[in-house]
């Protein structure tokens, strides 16, 4: 979150906006088409303010036969050519913004998959969540919009104004005194904005992880009486969440009918001083007309263009929380060595870990030698530091003093996906993919295992009699989270899992608790 002493950049200055239209801008021939369809539906304003004047003076007050003829049709074919380049050009930005989404998701999902297990650890997966599905969605979908309104009502406004100085350019000029009102107008609500989207941002995760948090833990939630403690909680998120977006709308809402008056005030001096040339036969009818038209139509342009301040400051927010997490670092894969297969032998030789934050070391000089083939137990109290031992061999985490060896070669020289290779892990807390059974067994590289040694392994781990009470038996669904299957059950498609690998080493973390 921004600190309130040091106030945010201005938006068109901000490094994570530059970012994202450099992403856009990577798809230029399909964004050059875009432009120029947009160039056409912005041309038609001036277009149909002239057309307005020569009504006006032809058709109205000449009453000349040819152009009544003529300019209906004209007045049709404009829009239809406005229509046809405002489809076109929508279309195109939208398929800009979708391919930078699709890429932008794709990055940030292979960067998740490299994180370190400190990562995951510090970022609840409900920020995970929204950073994925709404927040790099929202901040692309403004992109497009903005880079259409934006471009469209520039266009528009330079167009008219041309217009109007080419009719008047004195009284165009007066008018356009207003214009540092406006700036100054927009400026003073743009940080505001940004502060309040960023905070919004974060109030979203909170929301999202809450209702993470009640659906993973409904059971508990239930027998402990926990509903009127998450009803609560969720009630002052949602509350605070409302707060901010109230604060959003009114920093928002202020700043477009400001602006809009301060055109307005424009608009009615260049009318009334037409009115006073018209008055002394500078001006034709018809260019009364068509002045008063652009002046009119100007007003949207401009309305438009200072409305862009709030899905700005929203794409900026956006882009500032993807972007931090596609920045977080990645595991140190420093090691240039590989196994093939390895015998299986671990050393940890004086090896120590102590956890970020903490005062005292989970392990301090353990020095272990286990040999291929070996069988041992660790046993200890919660938190004795069981699982941090078997997290150090697959490089999870890495040990603060000394060294782990895999057949006398320290695990740092090893590349880690030969490392992880040789080890297979079933761990206290089963994991399980919304896939079939049969997938979940050779999840990963043992895609291409046979049936008979699926067979092999589910039976070897005590689970053939599950899957043959099930519908479709291998290839059943277990849905989301396994919640159709027991506790038991689980570990026992993780064990197969284990099994099929057939690594040299095996990890056990607690992999029977729930077994009977």
């Given amino acids: 979150m921004t600190s309130s002493s040091q106030p945010p950049p201005r938006l068109l200055d901000d490094p994570n906006l530059r970012r994202l239209f450099r992403l856009v801008l990577g798809h230029r021939k399909v964004l050059a088409f875009a432009l120029l369809a947009t160039t056409v539906a912005a041309a038609t304003d001036p277009i149909l303010a002239k057309l307005t004047g020569v009504l006006t003076d032809r058709a109205l007050l000449e009453r000349d036969s040819s152009t009544v003829m003529w300019l209906p049709l004209a007045f049709v074919g404009l829009f239809v050519v406005r229509g046809l380049a405002s489809f076109t050009s929508s279309y195109l930005l939208n398929r800009i913004s979708q391919s930078v989404l699709m890429n932008l998701r794709m990055t940030m999902f292979d960067r998740m998959l490299r994180w370190p297990a400190a990562t995951f650890e510090q970022l609840p997966s409900s920020v995970v969540i929204s950073k ?14 903005v880079l259409s309104t934006a471009v469209r009502d520039s266009l528009i406004v330079l167009g008219l104004l041309l217009m109007l100085l080419y009719y008047n350019w004195q009284l165009t000029l007066v008018a356009l005194a207003i ?41 508990v939630i239930k027998i402990y009486d926990g509903e009127s403690y998450e009803n609560e909680r969720f009630r002052h998120i949602n509350a605070r969440l409302r707060g901010f977006a109230m604060r959003m709308q009114v920093a928002w809402s202020a700043s477009t009918p400001l602006t809009q008056i301060a055109g307005a005030l424009g608009v009615a001096i260049l009318m009334m001083v037409a009115l006073w040339q018209a008055r002394d036969t500078q001006l ?37 929380s993807v972007f931090s997490m596609m920045d977080l670092s990645i595991e140190e894969d420093t090691g240039s060595r590989t196994f093939e297969k390895a015998q299986g032998k671990v050393e940890f030789r004086r090896v120590s870990f102590r956890y970020p934050d903490t005062t005292s070391s989970a392990l301090l000089d353990i020095d272990l030698v286990v040999a291929p083939g070996e069988m041992i137990a660790l046993v200890g109290p919660s938190g004795g530091g069981k699982t941090t031992l078997i997290n150090l061999i697959p490089r999870f985490i890495s040990p603060g003093v000394g060294e782990i060896a895999l057949d006398g070669v320290p695990i740092q020289d090893l590349t880690l996906a030969s490392l992880r290779r040789q080890i297979a892990l079933v761990s206290q807390d089963v994991v399980l993919f919304d896939d079939t059974v049969a997938a979940n067994i050779t999840y990963g590289g043992q895609r291409g295992a046979t049936k008979e040694r699926v067979r092999e392994v589910a039976e070897a781990a005590f689970l053939l009699p599950l899957i043959e009470s099930l519908p479709k038996g291998f290839d059943t669904p277990i849905g989301e989270s396994a919640g159709r ?17 057939d690594a040299p080493i095996l990890l056990l973390d607690e992999a029977t608790s729930a077994l009977d």
């Fill in 179 to 219: 214009g540092p009102v406006i700036a100054l107008t927009l400026r003073a609500f743009s940080r505001r904005l940004r502060r309040l989207n960023v905070e919004n941002q974060v109030m979203l995760g909170e929301m999202t992880r809450s209702v993470q948090e009640v659906h993973e833990g409904r059971r």
């Fill in 485 to 501: 299957l027991s506790g038991g059950q689980r570990q026992r498609i993780s064990i197969a899992r284990a099994l099929l690998k």
């Fill in 284 to 320: 034709s009818a018809g260019d009364f007309v068509t002045f008063l038209a652009a002046a009119l139509l100007l007003l949207p342009a401009l309305r438009h263009l200072s409305s862009l301040n709030g899905p700005l400051a929203r794409m900026a927010a956006g882009a500032q």
């Fill in 132 to 145: 994925f599905v709404n927040e790099a969605t929202n901040a692309l979908n403004l992109a497009a919009e």
